[in-house]
């Protein structure tokens, strides 16, 4: 069985607070193991899209940074940009002035800040790997330079892999635009003819020059594209393919998520990389939303390992295990009762029901083993 650890919320003296005890957590779980004196250490956390309150809190991420100082390693916070220059995280400018606005600076966080895809999000490193989805990742260039990587995952749900934690934490956020895009879709944007009115407004837009005018219509040549800029969403016409029309499936999402996981850990060698999974403001929608709603359960607590699959299967069944909170969409979907599965339903809440019904919540869980990324049989120590 893979070892969890976890600390809890309950207080009744002031040496129970949580930021007493997450260097207890990060110590015991191992993950100073993974850290060699000198070594530069990626701290990955998601920072929080405009508007979005419900992320990681910056003094527990800079709790963990301290730690590893004290091991002698160099840390810096790290993120990703989000698919398309035009969104708030769209570029490295605009994502760190949200992450500001969100209390994530260099002097909060004790290390410095890092947009880890440059700064239009399209720096990174190209993997190979012969997976049933992917056949290349696109590392982001300061995640694939740095020695080891600790990710501290904000514990919550998502409306295409059921839940987000650690294994979603790597697998979207460790990656460019471009890999972003190639795991959220199965086709590279494309423009309907009989749509465009030749304005050129993207052939402006686009970076690296991919689309064209042929005979007064704009044409995008798929080998240049690089998939995650938001060509569709400028389009005073609506001529480009939209997003909805070119996604994949869940399970082709789920397996393309963790496939790139695979190579992520596969790069860096599992003895370095180390997981942390908070579980607070748990809400129904990921970090990416522009809004907060209510959490659906209590805060629980922390939990650490250096298995990202039983840490993420601990994390979810704590969850679901929990009561539902009232005024929330736990109310709403009917699973405030402890033991209920809290995440099944939630494509049935109004701001996420275009998206397809999650089938199984369980199934990155089952593809992350399948792959060997880790196991979902575990054992929790409480500290």
């Known amino acids: 069985m893979a070892k969890v650890y976890m600390i809890d919320f309950k207080v009744r003296k002031e040496e129970d607070n949580i930021n007493a005890k997450l260097p207890k957590l990060f110590n015991e779980a191992g993950l100073g193991n993974i850290i060699d004196k000198g070594d530069l250490v990626a701290v990955k956390v998601h920072m929080g899209e405009e508007g979005n309150f419900t992320h990681i809190r910056p003094i527990h991420v800079r709790i963990i940074v301290e730690e590893i100082k004290k091991l002698g390693g160099v840390p810096f916070v790290t993120d990703t940009t989000g698919v398309g220059l035009n969104r708030p995280r769209g570029t490295a400018v605009n994502y760190l002035k949200v992450a500001a606005s969100h209390g994530f600076t260099s002097e909060t966080v004790g290390a410095p800040i890092i947009i880890a895809d440059g700064l239009k999000g399209l720096s990174g490193v190209k993997i190979k790997i012969n997976g049933k989805v992917l056949k290349e990742v696109e590392v982001a260039q300061a ?28 697998g979207m956020g460790c990656v460019t635009k471009r890999g972003k895009a190639q795991n959220h879709l199965k086709t590279k944007p494309y423009v309907k003819p009989e749509l465009c009115n030749g304005c050129g407004e993207c052939v402006k837009f686009c970076p690296v020059s991919a689309i064209e005018m042929v005979d007064g219509k704009a044409k995008i040549n798929q080998e240049i594209c690089v998939w995650g800029c938001g060509c569709w969403t400028i389009c005073p016409e609506k001529a480009i393919s939209k997003w909805g029309e070119m996604h994949r499936d869940s399970n082709e999402f789920c397996m393309a998520v963790v496939e790139t996981v695979l190579v992520v850990v596969k790069h860096f060698g599992k003895d370095k990389v180390g997981y942390l999974n908070f579980l607070y403001d748990v809400t129904v929608h990921c970090d990416c939303f522009p809004f907060s709603d209510n959490p659906i359960v209590p805060n629980i607590g922390v939990l650490a390992s250096t298995d990202p699959v039983a840490v993420d299967k601990a994390s979810l069944d704590l969850v679901n295990q929990a009561p539902g909170l009232p005024y929330s969409v736990a ?11 809290k995440f099944s339903k939630i494509t049935m809440v109004e701001y996420l029901k275009r998206f397809p019904p999650i089938v199984d919540s369980l199934i990155t869980l089952k593809y992350a083993e399948e792959y060997k990324l880790g196991e979902m049989a575990y054992e929790i120590f409480r500290i």
Request: hydrophobic share 40%; net charge negative; aromatic share 6%.
């Open 143 to 170: 995640i694939a330079e740095a020695d080891c990587l600790i990710s501290l995952a904000h514990f919550k749900g998502h409306p295409r892999t059921a839940f987000g934690g650690a294994l979603k934490n790597v």
């Open 331 to 341: 109310e709403e979907l009917g699973i405030l009762e402890k033991g209920s599965d």
